[in-house]
């Protein structure tokens, strides 16, 4: 049973709104100026006067429309007795006594005429949020196209334009993965407190601010407020330490970039000595997962949240954005993260805009070495010529909305055909065979470029083959030249092969990234429990929550039992965090899914079979609670139980080659060669990338005949 099921989406639509009674505003007590007391929320509006020019930036942006309540003067939509259809579903668009409402199909697949509570964001689209008596709010996958009518605008679209999304459907909109709750709320509003029940199984979801306000960046402004209202009646500021600020974001000395006449590239004139502002940006920009109920201001990212990795489906092998992945991940790829650059040396923070055209570019790249026809090869006023089109190419999300690469990559069409990443040559030059973009690449560099080593063949092994990988990924887990990312990456592949990969693993275990640290104590958490007693303890006490209690997690069952006293002690801890950080999700059949491995394999099979069905009652439709469920039945020796949990969920995910793996098996412990047979067959079929089915099968396939 898998040890930890990452939450499939990662915060897939991160888009925002909130539930049944928010508390938003409330007034705050009157400041007092002689002493810091524990930070308080107080509202943009005590901000306002100040910081005029930040606010003014702000206004219209879309932190500030992120989500509102939905009024003619926010509502983009044409609700005027519109209508669309998608597989047969008929939505009807309209507006009555001042309220806007959609009918479409509910949970029970009939018709309904649903109230639109919030609006949810303003360019490209605009989506729709309804609530219901849970406390849930969902957003309608049929949205609103804001760009202008000549781009293409102006118009109702289907987030699933080429598939039916049947009510009983995980996607369809009130389903798990359009919820707001969970989905967009922590991204889309200021200080969200999600408040899942899990008796009552509602939710009771607050916020402060419905949009994303100053405080949603900033943290909790009352202490800077007291240290204002101090300064200006000239008394003490003593108590009020970095300006009362929840967090600095800016370091205590801004760099200066210098430009480098012989390279044409400036540099910092200082090293970058903090992340805090990239990871303030990171906690909604970044493909990633709750761990903490409460956010810290000014903690690292991974106290509070999971980092997605460049995972297949997640990202291409080069680390080229796949899913909807935003920026966070791809710049911590970068040579510009690398070099020292942040998120305000590109945008402005509060309008959250970069310059125009190659302006944030030329800042710090020479305009007469780099904007220039020697550098790009194409005419100077043609589409070629923006530094984006080669260096952050963009991919389509939410049909219409372009999102740039932040890893400004360069373009290398080589490793297209070497690996099948995509270039940005070959996307503008569609009509065009790959060998064209090679020539002319070759043509204007050479082959120096080409013959440079790249990491993406290293991971795009990892993936094919990573027992065969597997010295080429420990040398990428322990080169320090590398992304930390990256090298985490590559120690999740290694998972595949411990033994080769051991040494390395074991090193990165004290790397100095977090992200690198924890995929190593994931890799080796399927490791011999006396490796893991051995390695692991002392990352229990890691000051980085993530880290931590995944190290709990690692320990738990046969490692902990052999360690001493006060170490087993600090692993019952983490372990415990880690049992909460599952908590937080208690909405979500993942997280339930994980708890259910953790009690299978700490003996408790009555409560693990309890979180399995809770998982089913959350998506009935997915595989995986039907796989954990059988191997929970199985434990408790009901193999029939467990044969007939699995056809059941072959019943609703007739496709899963996890279930059709699982039932082969149980096959083969029936005795019932032929039956197990032609059903880990089926599950090689279905995945054939699948190294342990496709050996499975071939060992199965020998033996029985």
């Not at 910081?51 to 003014?56: C, D, K, M, V």
């Not at 992340?275 to 906690?283: K, N, P």
């Amino acid at each position: 049973m898998s040890r930890t099921i990452h939450n499939s989406l990662f915060l897939a639509l991160a888009l925002a709104a909130t539930a049944c009674g928010p508390r938003e505003g409330q007034a705050p007590a009157a400041p007092s100026y002689d002493e810091a007391a524990p930070p308080r929320f107080i509202g943009r509006q005590a901000c306002e006067g100040c910081h005029e020019t930040a606010t003014a930036n702000w206004r219209g942006s879309h932190h500030d429309r992120a989500m509102e309540q939905a009024t003619d003067a926010t509502v983009l939509g044409d609700f005027g007795g519109a209508t669309f259809t998608h597989f047969g579903v008929t939505s009807t668009f309209s507006k009555k006594d001042g309220k806007f409402f959609a009918r479409t199909d509910g949970p029970d697949g009939k018709l309904h005429d649903y109230e639109i509570a919030y609006t949810f964001g303003i360019d490209p689209l605009q989506q729709y949020l309804i609530r219901f008596p849970d406390g849930r709010l969902q957003a309608l996958n049929v949205c609103w196209d804001t760009r202008p009518k000549e781009n293409g605008g102006q118009r109702w679209f289907h987030l699933y334009p080429k598939e039916a999304i049947p009510f009983d459907d995980v996607l369809h909109w009130t389903g798990i993965y359009q919820n707001w709750n969970f989905m967009c709320s922590e991204c889309h509003s200021t200080d969200v407190k999600k408040r899942y029940d899990a008796v009552k199984r509602a939710y009771d979801t607050t916020w402060f601010e419905m949009d994303v306000s100053c405080e949603a960046c900033h943290g909790p402004g009352s202490n800077h407020d007291a240290w204002a209202h101090a300064r200006r009646a000239k008394s003490s500021t003593a108590n009020y330490a970095d300006l009362g600020l929840a967090v600095r974001l800016r370091e205590p000395e801004p760099a200066t970039w210098v430009m480098d006449p012989k390279t044409g590239i400036a540099k910092r004139d200082r090293p970058r000595i903090s992340r805090t502002e990239i990871e303030t940006c990171g906690r909604c920009h970044a493909r990633r997962a709750v761990v903490a109920a409460e956010y810290a201001y000014g903690r690292p990212l991974m106290d509070s949240h999971r980092v997605a990795l460049l995972t297949p489906g997640l990202y291409h092998a080069d680390g080229q954005i796949l899913d909807e992945d935003y920026e966070y991940g791809s710049f911590l790829q970068s040579k510009m993260y690398a070099a020292g650059v942040t998120c305000t040396d590109c945008h402005e923070p509060h309008a959250a805009k970069p310059l125009p055209g190659n302006g944030a570019c030329v800042k710090c790249h020479l305009p007469a070495t780099f904007d220039a026809v020697e550098h790009h090869h194409h005419k100077m006023d043609g589409r070629g010529a923006a530094c984006g089109a080669c260096h952050m190419p963009t991919t389509n999300y939410m049909v219409v909305h372009a999102r740039h690469d932040h890893g400004f990559k360069v373009p290398r069409p080589d490793l297209t055909g070497s690996i099948g990443t995509p270039n940005a040559c070959s996307n503008c030059h569609a009509d065009k065979p790959l060998s064209w973009s090679i020539a002319a690449y070759r043509k204007w560099w050479g082959d120096k470029r080409t013959r440079e080593p790249h990491w993406s063949l290293t991971i795009a092994a990892g993936r094919a083959d990573p027992v065969a990988a597997a010295p080429a990924l420990a040398a990428l887990i322990a080169d320090p030249a590398q992304p930390a990312i990256v090298r985490a990456t590559a120690a999740d592949l290694a998972e595949a092969s411990l033994q080769q990969a051991l040494p390395s693993l074991i090193d990165a275990l004290s790397d100095p990234d977090p992200l690198v640290r924890d995929a190593a104590i994931q890799a080796l958490s399927e490791s011999d429990p006396r490796i893991r007693a051995k390695v692991l303890p002392p990352l229990t006490e890691d000051p980085v929550r993530t880290v931590r209690i995944d190290a709990g997690r690692a320990l738990a069952g046969a490692a902990a039992a052999s360690l001493p006293p006060p170490e087993r002690r600090r692993a019952a801890d983490a372990l415990a965090e880690w049992r909460a950080s599952q908590n937080v999700d208690a909405d979500r059949p993942e997280a339930r899914l994980n708890l259910c491995a953790l009690d299978a394999e700490l003996g408790d099979l009555a409560n693990a079979e309890v979180e399995c069905h809770e998982a089913l009652r959350l998506a009935p439709k997915i595989p995986g609670p039907y796989v954990n469920l059988a191997d929970v039945q199985r434990a408790e020796e009901r193999e029939d139980a467990a044969r007939a949990t699995l056809r059941l969920g072959l019943k609703v995910a007739p496709d899963s080659a996890a279930i059709w793996h699982a039932l082969g098996l149980a096959l083969v412990r029936d005795h019932r060669p032929v039956e197990a047979l032609e059903a880990l067959k089926k599950a090689a079929e279905l995945e054939p990338n699948n190294r342990r089915f496709v050996q499975v099968y071939e060992m199965a396939r020998k033996e029985y005949h």
